[in-house]
Each structure stands twice: as structure tokens, then as C-alpha cells.
């Protein structure tokens, strides 16, 4: 007796119509699949709908979409003109949000928005003058999430310069974390 596969629906029989649209009930499927491809300046929108990009990185995204140089330079054009591409104001609001509710360190935020397609300059020009209090806060918050007491001060220190810390703050976090977390447990009845 052969085997009954579940998931095989039974086939409807070749030649029904369907009475609404007057085509065959197969034929909906390929009509959908046959829409005209959205322009550049239509696509560019959906995507900054999305999430957004850098100019170079939306560049990048419609050429692999198949749409050529000139019609993503216009694309690009207007959505300037409409406010919609503006790398600068990007750069700042993702490196601001970055900075403020991240525990990354300062390099690791320059090189993520180079990575997504900011210029160095853009990205340099947002970096505070001076940063030492934050990079020690953020590197403390680190070790908190990351480690409990009695963790290996190698591999803490380790884990911080793999984070882009300096030698001095993420020592001085690793001696704050030590302190911290023998108070604590000094404390604990």
C-alpha cells in the first residue's frame, strides 16, 4: 500500500475557471509576479521607509536590485531635495544614540557607521572632545552584564580591548568591578 503524504494537497482538475476574473484559477499567481518593477526613487523610498541608510549604502542596495547609475543618481538627487538622504544628520542621530545607550566603546561606534557607509570625516566630526568619563562608565556596564564575581582579570581585560577600550580605562574598570562586587558581598549577611 503506498505511503499518504500529508502535505501533498489533492490537485484541482486542469481547466477551472474562476467565474470573478474570468481567468484560469493558476493564472492569478503569475499575473502577480508579472508587476512592472517599481522605479529607483520608488524602491529608494520603500528601503529608507525601512531603516536608515547612508547615501553610499542605498547606492549599493539599488545597484544590487538591478536598477542603473543614472536613474539611482536622480533617485538619489531628489530624495536630498526632499529631505529624505541626509548623511549628516544620520551620521549624528545614530552616533548620539549610539554614544548615550550603548556600552560600546567610542572606536567601535566609528567603525560600525563607517561600516554602514559613513564617510571618516563625518563620523570623526561627531566624536565628543573628550570622552574618558564615558568610555569608563560604558566599559564598567560591560563587565557588569558581562561577568560575575571572581571572573579572570585576563580575560576581562581581554574582552575589553577586544572592545576598542584603552589599556588605562579598561583597567581601572576591571579594579572598579573587583571592588564593587567584593563590597557586595561583603555586605550580603
Known amino acids: 500500500m503506498p505511503r499518504q503524504m500529508w502535505s501533498k494537497r489533492p490537485r484541482k482538475p486542469a481547466g477551472e475557471v474562476d467565474e470573478a476574473t474570468g481567468t484560469p484559477k493558476g493564472e492569478k499567481r503569475r499575473e502577480r509576479s508579472e508587476r512592472p518593477k517599481p522605479t ?15 547615501t553610499r549604502r542605498l547606492v549599493e542596495k539599488l545597484l544590487r536590485k538591478g536598477y542603473g547609475r543614472e536613474e539611482i543618481v536622480a533617485a538619489i538627487k531628489r530624495l536630498q531635495e526632499l529631505h529624505y538622504l541626509n548623511d549628516e544628520a544620520a551620521c549624528e542621530r545614530q552616533f548620539a544614540y549610539l554614544y548615550e545607550e550603548s556600552r560600546s566603546s567610542v572606536r567601535q561606534i566609528v567603525a560600525k557607521l563607517i561600516k554602514q557607509g559613513f564617510p571618516v570625516a563625518l563620523v570623526t566630526s561627531c566624536v565628543p572632545k573628550s570622552t574618558g568619563e564615558r568610555e569608563g562608565r560604558a566599559a564598567y556596564r560591560t563587565l557588569r552584564v558581562k561577568y560575575r564575581q571572581g571572573a579572570d582579570e585576563k580575560k576581562m581585560l581581554a574582552s575589553l580591548f577586544r572592545s576598542g577600550f584603552d589599556a588605562s580605562i579598561a583597567r581601572d574598570a576591571v579594579r572598579r568591578f573587583r571592588e564593587e562586587t567584593e563590597q557586595e558581598n561583603e555586605e550580603e549577611p
Open 40 to 54: 529607483a526613487l520608488v524602491a529608494a523610498t520603500d528601503i529608507l521607509a525601512r531603516q536608515e541608510y547612508s
